[in-house]
């Protein structure tokens, strides 16, 4: 506001130098701020081009500012145990609560524990582990090793393992080799630093991927022959058991745990209907709402993803190769589509196959603008990273574990964990699940190490059903659960043990 004083000179109002001086704080700080977005965009872009990646797990409580190699340091615990390598021992009383918390929500492992730790039915094993390090993992190991068993272990994703509770094992004297952003070199690394120890020689194996696996028998073919069984978890990892099967290679039992019911049907089912939403969430802040979102292959895993999507309010579509599953996706109100039909109009494509090549370079060069793009499956191969890596795109690393591609005309694809599993790179997983996982593995190591010669022959197999009965009825008290016993003459009429198993083989939960 401009007013006139008597010798008709101009001056300014009170209230006109406010707004003015708010203008300038305004400006000050919006300056301070575009140096700071450019700073954070510089170090992004610095960060994607040496392929830098986070060492924050999705508690949060990893640390980035460690950048020398664990494998470079030397590393002791409280009690000068030396044997492991991980982030930072520091680290250790927070991965243990992280642990504690686990425990609460995993009753079946927990009573697992305490019903079989008298006998040890696990004492004399040396199990060499290559799975997700994560707390629910943990409790896994522990529970193993109050079973009798020896353990070492290493990360079978070289981004999902928490580097706290890595720490947290390692202060307890588990010889435990993973951290956070492993290089490839470094993955494979920790699995030979497990298996390859001048004291002590693995007699079993629980692997997730087959990665374990495949290093033991191509690197150290003598001790293979020695193993007393393998327990697979992953659908990666089981098709190369029956590969090598079929080919002749396979010298020892395999157990398949991936294909039990109680992995089946509430790991891959109901713990991806909960943790895909989170993992998408954390990453991209993304709503879900009216979004139109491809969830490739509809087995137990995509039909977690595709019912929690379609509860959010996605438009949800499946691609699929099985006339079965694809059937039930039409049934369950999925429209089935090829992505190459749908490409350049959709918002999310989730991959869950356990294929190569689901997602090709030229399917993303036909998406549009921000297009999402991760996978639930277990391996990396199902999206064509690979083929990103050329001197026509541009990476740039907007947080962790998200990376925009650039194309030349300035289009934007968000990659999650680098084609890696979302959830498990990027979020949390229901520990209680996880128990009814843990639990089923740790019954299928001590059915393989305990029995008798001739049992099982150099082939691989499925849990037997009473184990899938026997950890289902573990976690049922957590419920108050009460099932209703069957009489003589019920069990009689329908040919069963009043103590089951209830179902055949071939039955389909």
């Known amino acids: 506001m401009i007013v ?3 010798s008709g000179q101009p ?21 301070n701020l575009t140096s700071q977005r450019n700073r954070l965009h510089d170090r992004s872009i610095s960060a994607s081009s040496a392929e830098s990646y986070s060492s924050t797990s999705y508690t949060g409580s990893s640390s980035d ?9 030397q590393q002791k615990n409280s009690k000068d145990f030396e044997d492991f390598c991980v982030r930072n021992i520091q680290q250790a009383a927070f991965g243990r609560r992280e642990m504690e918390i686990a425990e609460q929500e995993m009753p079946g492992l927990m009573a697992l524990r305490k019903r079989a730790h008298g006998d040890r039915p696990l004492s004399g094993a040396k199990i060499v582990g290559c799975t997700h390090i994560t707390a629910q993992t943990a409790v896994l190991i522990e529970t193993l090793a109050a079973l009798g068993a020896q353990v070492r272990w290493s990360a079978c994703n070289i981004y999902s393992t928490q580097n706290e509770v890595a720490a947290a094992l390692a202060e307890a004297g588990y010889s435990v080799f993973a951290w956070k952003g492993e290089s490839e ?23 997730d ?3 374990a696996t495949h290093l033991l028998l191509k690197r150290y073919p003598s001790i293979f022959s020695m193993v007393k069984g393998i327990v697979e978890e992953s659908v990666t990892g089981v098709h190369r058991l029956y590969q090598l099967s079929k080919s002749g290679k396979l010298t020892v039992p395999a157990m398949n745990v991936n294909d ?3 992995k089946t049907k509430f790991d891959n089912l109901y713990s991806c209907r909960e943790s895909v939403l989170d993992a998408l969430k954390r990453t991209t802040d993304v709503m879900f709402g009216g979004r139109q979102v491809v969830v490739c292959g509809y087995g137990e895993v995509g039909k977690g993803c595709c019912a929690a999507l379609k509860g959010m309010g996605a438009v949800v579509m499946v691609t699929e190769i099985d006339p079965i599953c694809a059937l039930q996706a039409c049934m369950d109100g999925f429209r089935i589509v090829k992505l190459s039909e749908v490409v350049r109009h959709v918002d999310i494509v989730i991959t869950c196959t356990g294929n190569k090549n689901v997602v090709t370079r030229e399917l993303m060069d ?11 499956g277990h391996s990396n191969t199902e999206i064509d990273v690979n083929s990103l890596r050329t001197a026509d795109l541009t990476w740039e690393r907007v947080r962790s574990q998200v990376d925009h591609i650039i194309w030349p005309d300035g289009k934007r694809v968000i990659l999650i964990a680098e084609g890696r599993l979302i959830n498990l790179s990027c979020s949390s997983i229901p520990s209680f699940v996880v128990s009814i996982t843990a639990a089923t593995q740790a019954l299928a190591l001590i059915e393989l190490f305990n029995a008798p010669p001739g049992r099982y022959k150099q082939d691989v197999y499925l849990l037997p059903k009473k184990m899938d009965e026997y950890v289902a009825s573990l976690h049922l008290p957590s419920f108050d659960a009460h099932l209703t016993e069957l009489t003589e003459e019920q069990a009689k009429y329908l040919g069963l043990s009043k103590a089951g198993p209830f179902k055949p083989n071939y039955y389909r939960y």
């Open 4 to 6: 006139q004083t008597v």
């Open 11 to 31: 001056i300014q109002s009170s209230s006109t130098k406010c707004l003015e001086e708010t203008q300038q704080r305004r400006e000050v700080r919006y300056k």
């Open 65 to 73: 500012e460690d950048d020398v190699n664990p494998r470079d340091k």
């Open 185 to 207: 070199d470094d993955f494979w690394w920790c699995i030979d630093q497990c298996i390859h120890s001048d004291s002590w020689q693995p007699n079993m194996i629980l692997d």
């Open 209 to 211: 991927g087959g990665d």
């Open 260 to 262: 039990s019911v109680t």
């Open 366 to 376: 036909r998406m549009k603008n921000s297009c999402i793009i991760c996978n639930m």
